[in-house]
């Protein structure tokens, strides 16, 4: 399976999930992206970077968990999409359009849409736009 890997579900990996359900789910995220690596927009790196600092500043992680995340992180087969977001920038409008999506949402569904490719994802809204699409949502049957 291709996985296009949402930053909420990384994020999983650092700060557990509360739903018992969610936590497993992320634990089996983490074990395919082990197995066979993950693809990701290049606003995943800001999206995991902005999310540990806000986390940091909370008191809910210290700069070791975070620093200890993005190693572990960099030892996972996850690689950025090589297509430039400039090539893509019309076709994110018209998802997040179509979609009802913020447009760094409609990102991952671009991505996921362009490789056939899994959405590993905890966003509700995001996962529902996947499903309407035709793209497949990690955790879902099969």
Known sequence: MKLVLDASMALAWCIARVNPEEAGLAVEALSEVKLRGALVPALWYAE?????????????????????????????????????????????????????LTAYDATYLELALRKAATLATFDRRLAAACREAGVAVFGDGG
């Open 48 to 100: 995991i970077a902005n999310t540990l600092l806000v986390f940091e500043r909370a008191k809910r992680l210290n700069r070791k968990d975070s620093d200890d995340f993005l190693a572990d992180m960099g030892n996972l087969g996850i690689v950025s999409d090589e297509v430039p977001a400039s090539q893509v920038q019309s076709r994110v409008v018209a998802l997040g359009r179509s979609h009802l």
